[in-house]
């Protein structure tokens, strides 16, 4: 068996352990989302959609104990874990809002029949796999659309997110939601393999790493099991120009540093053109410089820990490395001497192709600024990643940074913000950030039988 913890970042304290799921009550997992499947994908979608309307409101009205979970587990400051728990919440709204009407047929116009007609069906029992860094919001953003649609729900949680993912639960069945509809489980990584092989299970979708990724989609492809996977990213901001650094630096640097610089779509490679880069630089050399890094609950932290010390000792063995590879450090980078596992927030400047940062993802607080003096340049260095989730343009003229935008190779591009997040916006990304697509219609579409009925 698995062991699940909480190990409290904040103070380096192991809080809880929990057993994990026992080989033995695999089948019977499987079975209960089985049979609640035949029950649930029954149920009337206006009825689906009044249950997931009563957990937006739950997750609204246990929002403190929610957020609480998620500060302690992996160190989220409260403020961030009060607006995680909130969009969380908004997912499930928007769902209960729009679902029935994106669940009803489509006549389509397609000559030589008297009908043809496209229905959405459900398809049966999925297995989740989620990460910890946003512990409420990529659960929701999985099991809002496909509980809607009709399907059951099997949910592996990140190993540290035992207590978050066990609320998730207790609060979706307080809410009117059947126990057999959602089955949270303390499993391991091979149990949730020998889940994907089971021929009762008809999907599996991932958020996580490249590794967690491949492992995923290999059981999946062999078993001819439909997956979306939703992986890592080294998103660029390309900066066209500004008519206040100071602020645009305090908003893309601060945008960098949320949840710890801990997210797949965070703005991780800043494109800076030479006529303000110095300014930039020095700009957001001095914001690192100041920010508060301190507990999650505590007044007055703008950043907390990373999600624990092994992730805290990885970034900075990152910075380390970089800097020996020749790259600049300008500020931080370093492990902060106290209990718990905390970093002080780094910016790094010349950075070449022969570095390891250059190509892989750095998930925690570093920024890393690139200056360019032609733009075409400075794209192609942008999409010269194996990832492709988001990335963000800013400028003066917006038409121009949208144009701009348009050549950056990612499943979501924005101009003057970064790695915005709606119910109703698709969310993925292209070729090692993953496929698939979460969130809006697109996340309703993954995980159902489009039937086409003929009748000529």
């Known amino acids: 068996m698995s062991t699940y913890r909480t190990h409290n970042p904040s103070t380096g304290e192991t809080v809880a352990e929990y057993d994990g799921l026992a080989d033995g009550d695999i089948d019977a997992v499987l079975t209960r989302v089985t049979e609640g499947y035949r029950s649930w994908s029954e149920v009337d979608p206006r009825e ?8 937006a409101d739950a997750f609204r009205e246990h929002g403190d104990e929610l957020a609480a979970a998620i500060s302690e587990e992996m160190g989220k400051p409260t403020e961030e874990a009060a607006g995680e728990v909130e969009l969380a919440a908004s997912i499930y709204a928007w769902y209960a809002e729009h679902g029935p009407d994106l669940l009803q047929p489509e006549s389509l116009d397609v000559a030589g029949a008297r009908e043809n007609t496209v229905t959405v069906e459900p398809v049966g029992p999925l297995v989740g796999v989620m990460p910890w860094n946003y ?12 509980l809607m649609a009709g399907n059951t729900v099997v949910l592996k949680h990140a190993s540290i997110c035992a207590k978050s993912s066990a609320l998730i639960e207790q609060i979706q069945r307080e809410a009117g939601l059947p126990e057999d509809a959602y ?6 990584s091979d149990q949730v393999a020998q889940m994907i092989a089971d021929p009762r299970v008809q999907g599996v979708s991932l958020t996580g790493s490249e590794v967690a990724g491949a492992a995923v989609a290999e059981v999946a492809g062999k078993n001819l099991t439909k997956s ?3 992986l890592g990213g080294s998103d660029p901001l390309v900066v066209l120009d500004s008519d206040d650094v100071d602020a645009l630096v305090d908003t893309v640097g601060r945008a960098r540093l949320s949840n710890s610089g801990q997210a797949c779509n965070s703005p991780k490679r800043m494109f800076v053109p030479d006529g303000i880069y110095d300014d930039f630089v020095s ?28 992730a ?15 790259a600049t450090l300008h500020v931080g980078g370093e492990a902060l001497d106290r209990p718990g596992a905390y970093m002080a927030p780094a910016v790094l400047t010349d950075i070449t192709e022969e570095m390891d940062v250059y190509h892989d ?20 260095i942008a999409n010269d990643t194996r990832f492709g989730l988001s990335g963000s343009v800013w400028g003066t003229d917006p038409e121009e940074a949208a144009r701009v935008a348009d050549r950056l190779d990612a499943g979501m591009v924005y101009v003057n913000e970064h790695g915005t997040t709606r119910a109703g916006l698709p969310f993925g990304g292209v070729r090692a950030s993953g496929y698939g697509r979460e969130l809006g219609r697109w996340g309703m579409g993954e995980f159902v039988n489009t039937k086409l009925r003929r009748v000529h």
């Open 228 to 230: 979306v996977l939703e």
């Open 283 to 310: 700009a957001l050399t001095d914001l690192y410089g100041r920010i508060v890094v301190g507990p999650s609950d505590e007044d007055g932290t703008e950043m907390g820990p990373l999600s624990s010390e092994d």
């Open 48 to 55: 689906r959609a009044r249950i997931l309307d009563a957990i």
């Open 312 to 326: 805290r000792d990885t970034v900075v063995e990152q910075v380390r490395t970089a800097v020996e590879q020749g």
């Open 183 to 188: 089955v949270n489980v303390f499993a391991s």
């Open 135 to 146: 512990p409420y919001y990529q659960v929701a953003r999985f099991a809002a659309p496909n």
């Open 361 to 380: 993802e750095v998930f925690g607080p570093v920024a890393m600024i690139y200056r360019y003096t032609d733009l075409d340049d400075a794209l192609r």
